[in-house]
């Protein structure tokens, strides 16, 4: 495979790299550009899905069930984040709060300060521990990523739909999420671009059936193929094309900030700030679409952006659960990617 080497763009001061050498897993950023608009940021199940699809398509079924089923009883590593604009992390929003507030209980300027954290939906990996050192500096801290949602507009032919001449094209809107990075000018003043840029980790241990998904991505980034990563493909929405693999090296740290959706398994609780995330479960078909005639199932997951403190390091801080529709064969997927919160202590460089 040719992967990229190390590659790393935030200036970050690495600890002692022997003890995650040691647990034998390897780190990888998958670098991506949108080719057209997007509903939503896919979340690091909707990855998963994605690779596994691919990954039956081309090793077959059978493989693709052993593969998922050896996730699932922790055979094999594999964790995953969410789609995030590139070169840029969730901000802690929840954490920075809660620190802001213990550290100016009083000020007066309170209301203001929350707004800053609050616009701010992602910041650059160098400015992490910045923002959490000094959360009432937070709108100093340029350039981030202002997230909002938009709409869509879209034609349906219904005479191509029903087969009927004369009939008319109707205009309809779709929900569309809108991700701009806010900069500061020399001369003060704040510009804003579109973001096209985007990114997932993937970390992994040593499996014939790893390498084999590996390559995979691999292949996609070298054909140029459109990795599809939610619903409206057909109208150019939500497509992705793989333009870099970057091989990181990551060490071990006291926080971590989840980077994707996790299903808790072996983590310190009480000492996490966590945001939870509560979802619907129902069956879906392309041809029906959901199901409404099952029973409901809600799940919750700690969300993106949590400051994670572990028990019995990466491996263990996560886990997958059957489906409750269909136990032999699919999984919920719950191993996010926990990304080391180690920066320079003096903050910001």
């Not at 398509?57 to 052993?66: C, P």
């Not at 350039?143 to 087969?163: C, H, N």
């Amino acid at each position: 495979m040719v992967i990229q080497k190390a590659v790393v763009t935030e200036k970050y001061a690495y600890l002692s790299l022997n003890k995650a050498r040691e647990r034998n897993v390897k780190n990888y950023k998958v670098v991506l550009k949108s080719t057209g608009a997007i509903t939503q940021l896919p979340d690091s199940q909707k990855v998963f899905g994605a690779l596994v699809t691919i990954f039956a398509e081309v090793n077959g079924n059978e493989k693709a069930t052993e593969m998922v089923k050896a996730v699932l009883n922790k055979e094999i590593h594999l964790a995953l984040s969410n789609v995030i604009p590139l070169n840029y992390l969730p901000m802690p929003q929840d954490s920075v709060v809660d620190k802001l507030k213990e550290k100016m209980p009083e000020d007066g300027n309170l209301k203001d300060r929350l707004s800053a954290i609050k616009a701010r939906a992602f910041v650059w990996g160098r400015d992490l521990k910045y923002v959490m050192d000094y959360p009432e500096k937070c709108s100093e801290v340029f350039p981030y990523i202002k997230q909002s949602d938009g709409q869509l507009l879209r034609a349906s032919m219904e005479s191509v739909i029903y087969g009927v001449e004369g009939l008319e094209t109707k205009l309809y809107t779709v929900p569309a999420l809108k991700l701009q990075e806010v900069q500061k000018n020399k001369d003060g003043r704040e510009t804003m671009a579109s973001v096209s840029e985007f990114c997932f980790y993937l970390q992994v241990g040593e499996n014939e059936l790893i390498t084999s998904m590996l390559r995979i991505i691999e292949k996609l980034m070298q054909s140029g193929t459109s990795l599809i990563l939610g619903k409206r493909a057909s109208q150019g929405v939500n497509k992705y094309r793989i333009t870099a693999v970057q091989s990181i090296e990551l060490p071990n740290a006291e926080y971590y900030l989840n980077l994707g959706m996790l299903l808790p398994d072996k983590i310190n609780f009480s000492s996490s700030t966590l945001k939870l995330f509560t979802s619907e479960r129902r069956p879906f078909a392309m041809q029906g679409g959901w199901s409404q005639n099952c029973g409901k199932y809600f799940i919750s997951f700690i969300d993106s952006g949590s400051v994670i403190v572990l028990k019995n390091g990466v491996e263990q801080a996560g886990k997958c659960v059957p489906s409750p529709f269909n136990k032999e064969r699919d999984i919920v997927f719950g191993n996010a990617f926990l990304y080391p919160i180690v920066l320079r202590k003096e903050g910001r460089g």
